[in-house]
């Protein structure tokens, strides 16, 4: 048994009994170093159970570096930290993705996290007790591996037929860019999620030509804010009521703040907001301006898209619409069918079964972690799901 050092002033114990592989890590490897893989790692540092992170990457945040310049969290700055560190005085309610960035770094400098950068993980495997990791820089072998490679690591487009003919631009809302570039241009944004709703938040606020909202389902729908008050300081609450409990309260609150929107074509959700957030991990969506486009006519709520032609879009009605762009806000996909799809721990759309504490008996020491979304919001699920995890390893390893 040999040590090495995975944090100042912290000795891991590696056995080195297995030939011709790596030492094992008698501790954690946590793939992923964004707001959930960060705030496990610190739990289970602070539990005591020796700790590496693995990033793709080679600096944190990237995937917010490359978010559109409009992006800010639909979450409160007070309910969107991580454990001992907080936005600076001055940040606004919902912080733009530059404050983000800098949460993260001060994040990992002031708690001095152990991340090794530019390591790509390719698979896993279980070798009975433990987990062999196959990298790019070689293998790695670990008691316990916590994937948090996040839920939306790949935007998703779907293979619409004539797509490729089309003479528009269509683009993933992950690429919105700025809105000052739809400017006078007419737009069709697709998917009436939270990602939709956001791109709509931004553009009501351009002079665009006309735009239209593509929605198969209708949001669970809640206002940023009422008034002056963030409606998101309320999440600790909802989060604490049963599902069907806290249905009814956003569709109370939906229907009173922006009152029948089925008479602007949107059609009702086929689920309340909490029990959506569990059954088909659909976030609630936020406004902030979209509303009062609908409303006046700026958006109109247009049908499912059956195809595209060269100069056009043709929808399910049979209707066709000629928008200059297209925002496809169809979601994303976790990209985890070569790390894990063989452990047959994925469903149909590769999301892992099991999240958060909770693990496959088959295959001890196998973590998910930032998979479902949250009344909370992610940096508060984050921080307890990490803790839960470091919990359940602590307490196994006792």
Same mark, same amino acid.
Request: aromatic fraction near 6%; glycine fraction near 12%.
């Given at each position: 048994?040999t040590t090495?050092?995975?944090? !100042?002033? !912290? ?5 080195s009994?297995?030939?011709?592989e ?9 793939i992923?170093a964004?707001?959930?893989g960060?705030?496990a790692?610190?739990?289970?540092i602070?539990? #005591?159970?020796?700790?590496e992170i693995?990033?793709?990457e ?7 570096h490359h978010?559109h310049?409009?992006?800010h969290?639909?979450?409160?700055r007070d ?9 600076p005085?001055?940040t606004?309610?919902?912080p733009?993705?530059?404050?983000v ?15 090794a ?5 390719d698979?896993?495997?279980f070798?009975?007790d433990?987990?062999?990791?196959k990298?790019?820089t070689g ?10 490679? #996040?839920r939306?690591?790949q935007?998703? *487009?779907?293979?619409?037929?004539g !797509?490729?003919?089309f ?5 993933h809302s992950?690429?919105?860019?700025r809105?000052?570039?739809?400017a006078g241009?007419?737009?069709l944004?697709v998917?009436?999620?939270n990602s ?14 006309q ?5 198969r389902?209708?949001?669970s729908?809640?206002?940023k ?10 999440s ?8 069907r ?8 609150t939906?229907r &009173?703040?922006f009152?029948d929107l089925?008479?602007?074509g949107l059609?009702?959700a ?5 029990s ?9 969506a ?17 049908p499912q898209?059956?195809e595209?032609?060269?100069d056009?879009v043709? &929808?399910?009605s049979?209707?066709?619409i ?8 169809t ?6 069918e ?8 994925l469903?149909?759309? #590769? ?8 693990n496959?008996?088959?295959?001890p020491g ?8 949250s *009344? ?9 799901q990490g803790?839960?995890?470091a ?8």
């Amino acid at each position: 048994m040999t040590t090495t050092k995975t944090r !100042m002033g !912290m000795e891991a114990e590696i056995s080195s009994d297995w030939t011709g592989e790596p030492a094992i890590l008698e501790g954690a490897i946590v793939i992923g170093a964004g707001a959930a893989g960060l705030a496990a790692a610190y739990a289970l540092i602070e539990a #005591g159970v020796a700790t590496e992170i693995l990033e793709r990457e080679g600096r944190l945040a990237e995937p917010w570096h490359h978010r559109h310049e409009n992006l800010h969290l639909n979450t409160h700055r007070d309910l969107s930290t991580l454990p001992g560190v907080s936005f600076p005085k001055g940040t606004p309610a919902f912080p733009h993705r530059s404050a983000v960035i800098r949460l993260f770094n001060d994040f990992a400098q002031t708690h001095r996290l152990p991340i090794a950068f530019g390591v790509v993980v390719d698979e896993i495997e279980f070798r009975g007790d433990h987990w062999l990791l196959k990298t790019s820089t070689g293998p790695r072998a670990a008691r316990h591996v916590v994937i948090a490679t #996040g839920r939306d690591r790949q935007p998703f *487009i779907p293979a619409w037929k004539g !797509m490729k003919d089309f003479s528009g631009k269509i683009v993933h809302s992950a690429h919105f860019g700025r809105a000052s570039d739809y400017a006078g241009k007419k737009v069709l944004v697709v998917g009436a999620g939270n990602s939709g709703f956001d791109a709509l938040n931004h553009l009501s606020g351009v002079e665009t030509g006309q735009m239209w909202l593509s929605a198969r389902n209708g949001p669970s729908l809640l206002p940023k804010r009422i008034g002056k008050i963030a409606v998101h300081r309320f999440s600790p609450v909802m989060a604490s009521l049963p599902a069907r409990l806290a249905d009814a309260v956003m569709a109370a609150t939906q229907r &009173l703040v922006f009152g029948d929107l089925g008479k602007y074509g949107l059609p009702p959700a086929p689920s309340g907001g909490a029990s959506r957030l569990g059954s088909d991990y659909t976030a609630i969506a936020a406004d902030d301006g979209a509303v009062d486009a609908i409303k006046a006519g700026r958006i109109i709520v247009v049908p499912q898209v059956k195809e595209f032609r060269h100069d056009g879009v043709v &929808l399910e009605s049979g209707q066709s619409i000629a928008p200059d762009t297209v925002i496809a806000a169809t979601g994303y996909r976790t990209g985890l069918e070569t790390m894990v799809g063989r452990l047959g721990v994925l469903d149909a759309k #590769g999301v892992p079964l099991f999240n958060g504490p909770a693990n496959d008996p088959k295959l001890p020491g196998l973590w998910f972690t930032g998979m479902r979304p949250s *009344i909370r919001g992610c940096f508060a699920n984050a921080r307890i799901q990490g803790a839960a995890i470091a919990g359940r390893i602590a307490k196994q390893r006792r």
